[in-house]
């Protein structure tokens, strides 16, 4: 079954660094989502993301935070000078519809980056 | 405003019984789905429901939305000790976009 895949599983950076967190989505998926989880809290939404722009994005996204699609199947997450309160796991998703079509539309989900702020 | 609050927060069973966690929410939605996450891995749906079904199943799972109420509640039958994992429900909320919100999850655990 396909799936998506995130790379690295584990990245450990200094404060003020910038990290980029990689993500393939499934492909013909065409919607792709960034969430993050501070350890033993909910999953929060960061950014949702079709056509190559961002279509929602939430007050945690803030100008340090930037994606991408560089090519036809990786889908990044950058954060410019990370702070100590940027240590998660990222999760990376997507969906081949939107959520709220008349298509059951699930998100598929990696395996998250644990991203370690130092 | 919270959207999508589990109970119990934590939940611990024998193998074989049935497990039932709920979920609470505040706006309108367009579905609702649950997921679940093995420690330290991602998220993996398991069913979800729309604003105008009352009752779904999936295997040995059993949902249920009530919409007058703003709830859901998750049922697992004849639970496995496989079955360990946090639950999650999360809303399409109406009008809020092209996202998911999650709840906080309830901690299952089943011991063998």
């Known amino acids: 079954e396909p799936e998506v895949t995130q790379t690295p599983s584990h990245q450990v950076t200094q404060m003020g660094q910038e990290v980029i967190l990689r993500c393939v989505p499934i492909?013909?998926?065409?919607?792709f989502y960034w969430y993050r989880q501070i350890l033993g809290q909910k999953v929060e939404f960061l950014v949702s993301f079709y056509n190559n722009e961002i279509s929602e994005k939430s007050e945690i996204f803030d100008d340090q935070f930037s994606v991408e699609r560089p090519d036809g199947s990786n889908f990044t997450l950058k954060i410019r000078s990370t702070k100590l309160e940027d240590s998660a796991m990222y999760f990376c998703a997507s969906s081949e519809v939107r959520l709220s079509s008349s298509y059951n539309s699930p998100l598929h989900f990696g395996n998250g980056t644990r991203l370690t702020v130092t | 405003s919270q959207q999508g609050e589990e109970d119990p927060q934590a939940l611990s069973i024998q193998e074989g019984e049935n497990a039932t966690m709920n979920c609470s929410y505040k706006t309108s939605i367009n579905n609702l789905q649950w997921y679940r996450q093995n420690s330290g891995r991602g998220l993996v749906h398991l069913i979800l429901?729309?604003?105008n079904e009352r009752e779904k199943h999936s295997g040995r799972l059993r949902v249920t939305l009530d919409t007058s109420k703003k709830s859901s509640s998750l049922l697992i039958t004849a639970s496995r000790a496989a079955d360990t994992a946090s639950y999650f429900c999360a809303t399409d909320a109406w009008g809020a976009g092209n996202m998911l919100t999650f709840g906080g999850g309830t901690r299952l655990m089943v011991k063998p």
């Open positions: 429901i729309r604003s």
């Open positions: 492909s013909n998926h065409l919607y």
